[in-house]
């Protein structure tokens, strides 16, 4: 089974940059990003299918860009103009689909990065 591990987390403050990387032992379809913040449930951030194409949530929209390497082995997202509120865990998942990446679709999970953005 691919495993995932992100990295790229930190503390940043309001308008900050962050890259988060993710790293597949395998090859993937569907990957997305997701952001849990205590209290809350966690939340779709993005996502990209097999041909390259993305979505993104609207919360994010235009700050945030999902990417992956020539090879797909490496899952990135650059996070631009943070806010306070994209403080969360950040996670990167795999889904069982090529084209199919809605909620619900990811069955491989990392272990999270923590982002923290100060005011």
């Known amino acids: 089974q691919v495993q995932l591990v992100e990295s790229g987390g930190g503390s940043v403050q309001s308008g900050g940059s962050l890259r988060l990387s993710c790293a597949a032992s395998?090859?993937?379809?569907?990957m997305g990003w997701f952001r849990q913040a205590p209290g809350k449930e966690r939340e779709g951030v993005a996502h990209?299918?097999?041909?390259?194409?993305?979505g993104y949530a609207d919360s994010v929209k235009g700050r945030f860009t999902i990417s992956q390497d020539n090879a797909k082995s490496t899952l990135y997202l650059q996070m631009n103009s943070l806010k306070p509120e994209d403080s969360a865990m950040y996670y990167c998942?795999?889904?069982?689909?090529?084209?199919?990446?809605?909620?619900?679709?990811?069955?491989?999970w990392g272990q999270g990065t923590q982002v923290t953005v100060s005011s």
């Open positions: 998942a795999a889904g069982r689909w090529p084209y199919n990446c809605g909620p619900g679709k990811y069955n491989i």
């Open positions: 395998g090859y993937t379809f569907c």
């Open positions: 990209i299918n097999s041909g390259g194409g993305t």
